[in-house]
């Protein structure tokens, strides 16, 4: 298994661009989670999706879409990009929502807004 | 502000020396875990507490649950330098599965 792959691993965009970082999973997990991660900051979550079709906010959503079509791939759309969003993105994924499952995460995408 | 305050923010030891990791909150947890991230990469799950007190060991590593369930401590014993990372402490509340994490400590090994 692959785990959770995502793509691209680096992106610089300018101010106002828009683009799609994607992730998906290979071991058929229902839930799927949207991080991003700031120094000093931790990881704080964007948005998340408990099934194909069913997504909904993290806490920090402003600025993201997201969609969930299919079980393996969470794709997470910036729109009119800003400086605010430079970070590492990082999406993980879990068989269950209890709060003792283990999450996986890809190995991130490290945006720049320029 | 953070839920979880993580302390100390960095801490670089020698090869051999032991070495504590506090993850600290006012909110009661259902559950925590520790994961540990190398740089470039994502986090990974190191250990899961669910019940107050409650210890466990994987190798030279310590995990400890506090009593009242709002803080936890990870305590490396003889460090090495493949324990240099990022060691995030994640939490999550009874009513929400959802994890909330603290900002980590930096740990590096000196060999």
């Known amino acids: 298994n692959a785990g959770v792959t995502q793509t691209p691993k680096f992106r610089i965009l300018k101010i106002g661009q828009s683009m799609t970082l994607q992730c998906a999973q290979d071991m058929n997990h229902n839930y799927m989670y949207w991080y991003r991660q700031d120094p000093g900051m931790g990881l704080k979550l964007i948005y998340y999706s408990v099934g194909a079709g069913i997504t909904d906010k993290g806490e920090v959503p402003n600025g993201y879409n997201v969609s969930r079509s299919t079980t393996e791939d969470f794709p997470l759309r910036l729109e009119l990009a800003a400086p605010s969003q430079t970070s590492v993105y990082f999406c993980?994924?879990?068989?269950?929502?209890?709060?003792?499952?283990?999450?996986?995460f890809g190995p991130g995408t490290r945006l720049t807004v320029l | 502000t953070q839920l979880l305050e993580q302390s100390p923010q960095f801490l670089s030891i020698q090869e051999g020396e032991n070495l504590t990791v506090y993850c600290n909150s006012s909110s009661v947890f259902s559950s925590l875990q520790w994961y540990r991230q190398e740089p470039g990469e994502g986090p990974v799950l190191l250990v899961t507490?669910?019940?107050?007190?409650e210890v466990k060991k994987l190798k030279r590593l310590t995990f400890q649950f506090g009593d009242a369930r709002k803080d936890s401590s990870l305590h490396i014993t003889a460090a090495q330098p493949g324990d240099t990372g990022l060691y995030l402490c994640a939490g999550a509340r009874s009513n929400d599965y959802k994890l909330s994490f603290g900002a980590g400590t930096t740990v590096t090994v000196r060999a």
């Open positions: 993980a994924s879990s068989y269950s929502g209890i709060s003792t499952d283990t999450q996986y």
């Open positions: 507490v669910v019940t107050g007190g």
